[in-house]
Nanobody
Framework: QVQLVESGGGLVQAGGSLRLSCAASRGTFSSYTMGWFRQTPGEERDFVATITRSGTLTQYADSVKGRFTISRDNAKNLVYLQMNSLKPEDTAVYYC???????????????????WGQGTQVTVSS
């Protein structure tokens, strides 16, 4: 089974940028739909972005559309989340996830993901 490790989180001022990375080991990375989710204390883990196996198609939550970009490098077993124009409300723990469905798809539903990383904290100061 795939193991996922996020990195790249930190503290940034509003309007700034961060790029999160998620490294996958074990399993066949290119066979997974990948997604990013985020969670704040006391709240549910919310969908942020998803990308198909080949990277051809992407989907975003309305709250991040136009500011965040998901991408992947199947040769390096990496998925990225480029976050621009960050806002204080983007503060959360960000998780990457892998969907082991037997076919390529976009996936925004948290419950459909099979594997999760440990998360990386993103804090945006005003």
């Amino acid at each position: 089974q795939v193991q996922l490790v996020e990195s790249g989180g930190g503290l940034v001022q509003a309007g700034g940028s961060l790029r999160l990375s998620c490294a996958a080991s074990r399993g066949t990375f290119s066979s997974y739909t990948m997604g990013w989710f985020r969670q704040t204390p006391g709240e549910e883990r919310d969908f942020v972005a998803t990308i198909t196996r080949s990277g051809t198609l992407t989907q975003y939550a309305d709250s991040v559309k136009g500011r965040f970009t998901i991408s992947r490098d199947n040769a390096k077993n990496l998925v990225y989340l480029q976050m621009n124009s960050l806002k204080p409300e983007d503060t959360a723990v960000y998780y990457c996830a892998a969907d082991a469905a037997p076919y390529s798809r976009l996936q925004a539903l948290r419950g459909e993901y099979d594997y999760w990383g440990q998360g990386t904290q993103v804090t945006v100061s005003s």
